[in-house]
Each structure stands twice: as structure tokens, then as C-alpha cells.
Nanobody, 126 residues
Framework: QVQLVESGGGLVQAGGSLRLSCAASGRTFRSYTMGWFRQAPGKEREFVAAISPSGANTYYADSVKGRFTFSRDNAKNTVYLQMNSLKPEDTAVYYC???????????????????WGQGTQVTVSS
């Protein structure tokens, strides 16, 4: 069982930056692929980024590529999402998620992820 707790959300002006954190409990954290998803009001939850268990591989949605950076510190059981050049369309609740799958694929579908945090609100004003 893994518990995930996000933090770092807030209100920022367009062009600004935020860093989200997701702290995980459990000794098997380092074996999980981790993902970030987001959900805006009235929209479905969408994939943002994924990172391999070692942190060596990452994958991003086209909408955030070049602006967001996903990293992890397995010694601290924490993942981070550095968000730069934020746009109003980035406004959403951001969720981190853990995938127990051991194939090594960085999956982009929310339903395959096994554990979820409670979410943190990110609001970007224009």
C-alpha cells in the first residue's frame, strides 16, 4: 500500500513557475513508475508526465513538453514537478499517481495507475 500526498500548488501569474511535490509512504516507492495527471473543471483527467522507477526516463504530454520537468528523489520518497512558463490553460487540480506495473513502460492512462494522491490546485491567472 502506498499513500501519496501532494503539495506546492497555488495561484501564479501567467509566465510564472511552481514546483509540485508528492511525498510517498512505503518502502517500495522506488520500484514504482510515477505519474502526474491534472483535471480542469468540466474536463476529464489528463496525463501530464511519467517517470521511471530509477528516474532515468521521463515522458511528457505535448502540451507541457519543454515547460515541465518531472524528477524524483528515491532517498526521500518524493517526486517533483517543476512547472515553468505557466499558462492559464494549465489551471487544474494536479494529482500524482503510482503504477505498480513492472514492465517498465511509462503509461499515460489514468485507470492503470494503482494509487492516487488527493490533488493540489494550480491556478494560473492571465
Amino acid at each position: 500500500q502506498v499513500q501519496l500526498v501532494e503539495s506546492g500548488g497555488g495561484l501564479v501569474q501567467a509566465g510564472g513557475s511552481l514546483r509540485l511535490s508528492c511525498a510517498a509512504s512505503g518502502r517500495t516507492f522506488r520500484s514504482y513508475t510515477m505519474g502526474w495527471f491534472r483535471q480542469a473543471p468540466g474536463k476529464e483527467r489528463e496525463f501530464v508526465a511519467a517517470i521511471s522507477p530509477s528516474g532515468a526516463n521521463t515522458y511528457y504530454a505535448d502540451s507541457v513538453k519543454g515547460r515541465f520537468t518531472f524528477s524524483r528523489d528515491n532517498a526521500k520518497n518524493t517526486v517533483y514537478l517543476q512547472m515553468n512558463s505557466l499558462k492559464p490553460e494549465d489551471t487544474a487540480v494536479y494529482y500524482c499517481a503510482a503504477d505498480e506495473d513492472v514492465t517498465g513502460f511509462l503509461r499515460t492512462t489514468a485507470k492503470v495507475y494503482d494509487y492516487w494522491g488527493q490533488g493540489t490546485q494550480v491556478t494560473v491567472s492571465s
